[in-house]
């Protein structure tokens, strides 16, 4: 019954009504009404989630088993190491302030941004997340960090891009300069976080820090730069970068857990030890991690699925920054982009 001008006003109205529809599932979420982890995904982030085989995480696991060889079971091997590299706190402050304007810099090299963008940084705690950002509009973000736990010194990159540049900050700079000040779609003045935007909003936020510091750029930064100002030993930083490469390898085991955590098929406790063997943290951050399922359900696809998406567009062609700036502005949503791939 929509009487379409064009074609941008029918995909306009396309990306509306998927809106809506993420929207009608995230309604039957919250009305305790019976609702699968994978018709959520499906019907709030337009995407179809894979079932994961667990145990093809296993040799993954002993790589990391004899990266950090010990006593204790490989989850405590990995939290004590990481947190040798924790930033003590009365260098926090400036740790995270350099990481953001390495950020923001290797960003701004390839984006013009808006014109008095900024952010308000807050060190918060009582969290299910470590970073947030509340986008307040006018072209400026509230970031939050959360210090539950110690901030290890890879994190301040990771929080720097994912929640600033070019991640959240950016796409909201970008959403609001391009879409509703420039075309005037009022109703990206408001984006559900529970909406079809969740992988792209997630997969920019993680793929912005491999494409801020591509190849070894953010080790190197970090060994030179960080390590040092946080009075931190620079020849841990091989090690710490192959565990990464390693762990980054386990995200999608979460969502398997995630899954049959929700669908009923896991009790609490079940899940715990589960996300505790594949999340590679303490006892008590592993529990924070359940506390995110809990509270944010099936919105976990969205960093790892996200990722991939995200990082299967911008690699598909010849501009990666042009690329991931199309991702940032169009708006895309999962289905546009494996359709889009597709027809390449």
Known sequence: DLELNDEGESFRAIQLLKTLRGLAVRFN??????????????????????????????????????????????????????????????????????????????????????????????FVKDKPWSGYNYYQGGFESLIQINTDFPLIIDRAVDLGCHEGYPGHHVWNLFMEQELVNSRGWIEYTVVPLFSPFG???????????????????????????????????????????????????????TNEVSRRYLDGELSREEALVMMQKYYLASAEKSAQRM????????????????LDIVRAYVEAGDDPWGRFKRILTAPLTASDIAEELAAD
Request: net charge negative; proline share 7%.
């Open 291 to 306: 506390r995110f399922v809990d509270t944010y359900r099936a919105y976990v696809i969205n960093y790892n699925m996200g």
């Open 199 to 253: 992988p792209i909003a997630e997969g920019s936020g993680n793929y912005g820090i491999e494409l801020a510091f591509p190849g070894p750029e953010k080790i190197d930064f970090e060994r030179e730069v960080l390590f040092p100002m946080a009075g931190l030993d620079p020849a841990l930083a091989d090690t710490l970068d192959a565990l990464n490469a390693l762990t980054g390898k386990l995200t999608h085991a």
């Open 29 to 122: 979420v919250v009305a305790g009404k019976p609702v699968s982890f994978d018709e959520e995904v499906a019907g709030i982030y337009d995407v179809q989630p894979p079932v994961y085989d667990l145990s093809e995480y296993d040799a993954v696991l002993a790589e990391i088993d004899a990266l950090l060889p010990g006593e204790g079971s490989i989850a405590e091997r990995v939290d004590a190491f990481r947190n040798s590299l924790a930033v003590p706190e009365d260098k926090l402050q400036a740790v995270i302030d350099r990481a953001i304007a390495e950020c923001r810099a290797r960003t701004a090299a390839h984006f013009e941004l808006p014109k008095g963008e900024s952010f308000r940084m807050e």
